[in-house]
């Protein structure tokens, strides 16, 4: 049964660098993808990217050029890197379990989600 | 980039049958799940690959996929489904959710 774990600042102001981190605890970390996905406040569900135990990722074309994602299979951790924030990223940013199996993907676990509030 | 949509609300009576529906374009092409998310909670998936039920949901959720329109059913509604639903699609290189359905069990 896996579990998912997250951590992280949840105050930033503008232009700093949002950083989350995610542990898994139990199942294989090896067999999944691990994900990023967020919510801005009474809003819907936004995926970020993916990335797999061997560092292969796929990003969100419209947040790609400020998103990095890294794993650390020694502790079965991942991580997230939002740089140059703005009010517009104020969101529930939750970490994900992912399958993939061919042409389909979904999510399932998911962390407690982590609020992280832009602002000056 | 692609879209999903959903209505933003739908209503039911308890006992009855809930429908919900996720539209895009060719979406019978692609899988689709769906994700239960009560308030203040983190979304749950209830149906993946178009209409397989992960351990532990309900039989009464079920799902199906074709043309241009996935749909998630609850049969015989509980006041306990009320809750956001949300579809997810995807494809080799980008994930889509659609913007949500708030079920409200009358």
């Known amino acids: 049964q896996v579990q998912l774990q997250q951590w992280g600042a949840g105050l930033l102001k503008p232009s700093e660098t949002l950083s989350l981190t995610c542990a898994v605890y139990?199942?294989?970390?090896?067999?999944?993808?691990w994900s990023w996905i967020r919510q801005p406040p009474g809003k819907g569900l936004e995926w970020i990217g993916d990335?797999?135990?061997?560092?292969?990722?796929t990003y969100n074309p419209s947040l790609k050029s400020r998103v990095t994602i890294s794993v650390d299979t020694s502790t079965n951790h991942f991580s997230l890197k939002l740089s140059s924030v703005t009010a517009a990223d104020t969101a529930v940013y939750y970490c994900a379990n992912t399958a993939k199996v061919g042409p389909t993907t979904w999510f399932d676990p998911w962390g407690q989600g982590t609020l992280v509030t832009v602002s000056s | 980039s692609y879209d999903l949509t959903q209505p933003p609300s739908v209503s039911v009576s308890p006992g009855q049958t809930a429908s919900i529906t996720c539209s895009g374009d060719?979406?019978?092409?692609?899988?689709v799940s769906w994700y239960q998310q009560k308030p203040g909670q983190s979304p749950v998936l209830v149906i993946y690959q178009d209409s397989q039920r992960p351990s532990g949901i309900p039989e009464r959720f079920s799902g199906s996929n074709s043309g241009n329109a996935a749909t998630l059913t609850i049969s015989g509604t509980q006041a306990m489904d009320e809750a956001d639903y949300y579809c997810?699609?995807?494809?080799?290189?980008?994930?889509?959710f659609g913007g949500g359905t708030k079920l409200t069990v009358l």
């Open positions: 990335i797999n135990h061997i560092g292969s990722t």
């Open positions: 060719n979406l019978g092409n692609k899988y």
């Open positions: 997810q699609a995807s494809d080799s290189s980008t994930v889509v």
């Open positions: 139990g199942g294989s970390f090896t067999n999944y993808y």
